[in-house]
C-alpha cells in the first residue's frame, strides 16, 4: 500500500478512533474491548478486536492551573488489512506544522515525521512502521517525540515508555 493508501487509512483510523480515545477513558465502554500491558492499552472500537478495529496506544495528558486535563500527545500503532504497521500520533492544536515531529527510540537516530492533517481534536503525523522501527521498539526502554509549538523556540519533548509494546504488539489483530 503506497502513502496515499496509508494516508486515506490514518484519516479512516483518525476518524474513528480518535473520539473514544483522545478523551483516554481507562473503562471499555460498551461493545468496545480493552486490554492493558503495562505501559501500553490495546484498544478496539469492537468487542471482538479485528484488523483495522484496534491500535495500541499510550497517552500523555497534562494540567493546567486550574487542575484541568488535556492530552498532550496520543501515541498509537494500527494494523492496515495487508499486515503493515503504521504509527500514528495525535498532538494538540497550534504547533508549528513545518517542522513535523521528531521521533527517537532510546538513543538512535532521529526519524523526523511529517504532519499529515489537523482536525478539531488534533494534528496528526503517520508513517509506516519499517521492520527496523519495529524490532527497535520491540526491545527498546523509551521512544522520546518532540515537536514546536507555534513561536516556540524549542521543542517540547515527550517520554514514551515502551515495557509492555512488544506484548501488546504480538496480540494486536
Same mark, same amino acid.
Given at each position: 500500500m503506497g502513502f496515499k493508501g496509508l494516508r486515506v487509512c490514518g484519516l479512516v483510523t483518525l476518524l474513528l478512533l480518535a473520539g473514544s480515545f483522545f478523551h483516554g477513558e481507562a473503562q471499555a465502554k460498551d461493545g468496545e474491548y480493552r486490554k492493558v500491558f503495562d505501559n501500553w492499552t490495546l484498544a478496539c472500537t469492537e468487542a471482538k478486536p479485528t484488523v483495522g478495529k484496534c491500535q495500541i496506544i499510550q497517552a500523555r495528558d497534562i494540567k493546567n492551573e486550574k487542575g484541568v486535563s488535556s492530552r498532550l500527545l496520543q501515541f498509537s500503532v494500527g494494523r492496515l488489512e495487508g499486515g503493515k504497521l503504521y504509527l500514528n500520533l495525535l498532538l494538540p492544536l497550534g504547533l508549528d506544522l513545518r517542522s513535523g515531529v521528531a521521533l527517537r527510540i532510546d538513543e538512535g537516530a532521529q526519524t523526523n515525521i511529517p504532519f499529515t492533517t489537523c482536525m478539531a481534536n488534533g494534528c496528526?503525523?503517520?508513517?509506516?512502521?519499517?521492520?527496523?522501527? *519495529? &524490532?527497535?521498539?520491540?526491545? &527498546?526502554?523509551?521512544?522520546?517525540?518532540?515537536?514546536? !509549538?507555534?513561536? &516556540?523556540?524549542? &521543542?517540547?519533548? *515527550?517520554? *514514551? !515508555?515502551l515495557p509492555g509494546f512488544a506484548e501488546a504488539l504480538a496480540v494486536l489483530p
Open positions: 496528526q503525523a503517520l508513517v509506516a512502521m519499517s521492520d527496523l522501527m *519495529i &524490532a527497535d521498539f520491540k526491545t &527498546a526502554k523509551v521512544a522520546t517525540v518532540a515537536f514546536r !509549538p507555534w513561536n &516556540a523556540k524549542q &521543542a517540547v519533548q *515527550i517520554q *514514551i !515508555p
